[in-house]
């Protein structure tokens, strides 16, 4: 079912290919539907939700009453939970706030300005399937950052209707527009604006290739968080690892989709046969076998390494969205770390932890893309601004400097603009 291979076979450079960015075949569907959207606006949204979704919508925003009774369908428990989440995500993201800074120095004053975005507007993928949890990892960030207007779009279920627990966490987290609406035409009208929807500054969230793709088409008319490809784990562990642990993190990646990515590199021998045993045993009683199935044999593996030191360098090497380290001396290897989206520390936590309750971020950078990429922050949901005053002295004190500096790069009109205010070059 997955394969365990020593270090010697092991291709990295197959594994580290990425498909975040094969978008092309998409390129003119969504293209055209973009186009539509700007000229035909809610028209053109009501028949797309139609044929795509099924769903014949006359009114696509959510209403104050549709919350209040999703609110009272839900689990009381399950809005605990919600609530719990909510706080520690909130507490996480607190500590990313930023303050602006002001420098004063022989006359002249220079600073920066922490803004947070007017608009912002958050994909949440819906339909057959409802994900509260991407609703409060984009959402509280962003209240958090201080926007002003937080839209959701999420794609109506058949009867109109939207997944009561996308609502409910909607309501928890103080989203201030929600609209029933999805796919790559949601994109669309976040970027350029309907008569019913607002155009936002940024979109953010998770969704298919058609989404990822329009996201990718609009910006520059708006800004995005980024373009993910299928989700991926790697996990680093020694003979003090327990196979059972292991076994079960990779499937709870694996289930995703059939190209989500789960490796395993282990020091252990005993421990790489071990996993792939409870792998087998776990994967025939999990109610998305056929998935598990297929992803494992796509792009699972066991890796077998001779120290730890070879391990890190792999996992530095794929750069994983999330990288769990199931070892003795976690914290001590952290440091050695400098690929990862996301980094579990120990036995006892499981990347599941990070998509829903902890606190970290779970929109995490994908297919490698941890090595220049960070989780989403609140700093995603800001903008700086700098600004300059120079005094009279000030400005003559350096005068010639930038006369030079601007004659130098052979732009006259920037030097006269500092010789009419007394520079003597």
């Known amino acids: 079912m997955i394969k365990i291979l020593p270090k010697s076979e ?11 960015g094969n978008t092309a075949e998409y390129t003119q569907v969504v293209q055209t539907i973009i186009e539509d959207i700007q000229e035909n606006g809610d028209a053109a949204l009501t028949e797309y939700t139609k044929n795509f979704d099924g769903a ?17 369908a839900c689990d009381p428990a399950f809005l605990t939970v919600l609530k719990k989440a909510q706080q520690n995500i909130a507490a996480f993201h607190e500590k990313q706030k930023e303050n602006g800074f002001m420098l004063e120095k022989e006359g002249a004053v220079m600073g920066q300005r922490v803004i947070p975005l007017a608009k912002v507007g958050v994909y949440v993928p819906g339909g057959t399937a409802a994900y509260p949890s ?19 779009v999420t794609p109506p279920q058949k009867d109109g ?27 669309a009208a976040l970027a350029y604006g309907t008569k019913t929807i607002p155009a936002v500054d940024k979109i953010t969230g998770p969704g298919n290739i058609y989404v990822a793709t329009a996201k990718r088409l609009v910006y520059g008319q708006v800004d ?8 991926d784990v790697l996990i680093v562990a020694d003979e003090s690892a327990k196979p059972n642990f292991l076994a079960a993190d990779l499937l709870a990646q694996a289930e995703h989709d059939v190209n989500a990515q789960a490796i395993l590199v282990t020091t252990s021998n005993e421990i790489a046969h071990a ?6 045993k776990q994967t025939a009683t999990a109610p998305r076998k056929e998935i598990i199935t297929a992803s494992l044999a796509n792009k699972g593996c066991i890796i077998v390494v001779s120290d730890l030191a070879a391990a890190l360098a792999i996992a530095n090497k794929v750069a994983p969205e999330h990288l769990e380290l199931c070892i003795k001396e976690p914290f001590a290897a952290l440091g050695a770390i400098t690929n990862a989206g996301s980094v579990f520390l120990g036995n006892n936590t499981p990347e599941v932890l990070g998509d829903y309750l902890a606190g970290p971020n ?6 490698g893309t941890a090595r220049f990429y960070s989780p989403l922050s609140v700093a995603d949901f800001q903008k700086r601004s700098s600004y300059l005053y120079y005094g009279e002295s000030a400005l003559q004190a350096v005068c010639d400097d930038v006369i030079l500096f601007a004659e130098t790069e052979m732009l006259f009109a920037h030097a006269n603009s500092m010789k009419v205010r007394g520079g003597s070059r």
């Open 10 to 20: 092991v291709d990295l450079a197959q594994i580290t290919t990425s498909t975040a």
């Open 134 to 152: 991407t609703v409060l990892m984009n959402v509280i960030p962003a209240k958090i950052a201080g926007v002003k207007k937080i839209v959701l």
């Open 56 to 72: 014949v919508i006359s009114d696509f925003k959510v209403t104050k009453a549709e919350i209040k009774a999703a609110m009272t």
């Open 161 to 187: 209707t939207i997944a009561p627990a996308i609502l409910a966490a909607a309501k928890i987290c103080g989203v201030d527009e929600i609209y029933k609406v999805g796919g790559a035409q949601a994109v």
């Open 224 to 231: 995005i968080d980024m373009i993910a490809g299928p989700s």
């Open 275 to 280: 996993t792939a045993k409870e792998i087998k």
């Open 362 to 367: 779970h929109t995490l950078p994908t297919e």
